[in-house]
């Protein structure tokens, strides 16, 4: 947040300073701020605040850097933090087979434990999910192509079963 108001401070001086006078008034809002984008990743807001920048010659207020947030997360195909968690959540078994909106919500639920995910109560697991989803969604905001689950085929047998007369042949021999 101190780096997203300082991008602000220098692009948008005047209308900074008009808008919080004082350094208590700064705290105050960079707290409210810090509250209402606590669910996304920093590399997500930071992104968000260059989108502001760029895209207006306004000092952007909490909605819209809110809406620039959910911008940068849809620029990367990615869904919000809370909708990642409920379809890692709710995917069927087997995860590997699973139609995944983005390999970062696999990668996190995978690193989340499925189980922990599956048998504990919200409030243990949504934080636990949110810091592994914050980490793979920064890897994904800083360019590195994330690989979703690899799918493995099991091999047909190389040899051909025994006649029903070695199996017997055999099981009597282990007998």
């Not at 990367?76 to 909708?83: A, I, K, T, V």
């Not at 599956?118 to 697991?125: L, Q, V």
Request: with cysteine.
């Amino acid at each position: 947040i101190n780096q997203v108001f300082a991008l602000f401070r220098l692009n948008y001086h005047n209308q900074y300073y008009a808008a919080w006078s004082d350094a208590e008034q700064v705290k105050r809002v960079k707290r409210l701020w810090l509250d209402a984008l606590d669910a996304y990743p920093i590399a997500v807001i930071l992104r968000a605040a260059q989108h502001a920048i760029e895209n207006s010659d306004y000092l952007p207020t909490l909605n819209r850097m809110i809406d620039a947030c959910h911008h940068a997360l849809s620029d990367l195909g990615l869904p919000s933090p809370y909708d990642a968690y409920r379809e890692a959540c709710l995917a069927p078994s087997p995860k590997v087979e699973a139609s995944w909106q983005h390999p970062a919500v696999y990668l996190a639920g995978r690193d989340s434990n499925w189980f922990f995910l599956a048998n504990e109560p919200e409030a243990k697991t949504w934080p636990v999910f949110r810091k592994h989803y914050e980490s793979w969604v920064s890897r994904a905001a800083r360019g590195e192509a994330l690989q979703g689950p690899e799918r493995v085929s099991i091999p047909p047998p190389a040899e051909t079963l025994p006649s029903p007369e070695e199996q017997a042949t055999h099981l009597a021999r282990l007998r």
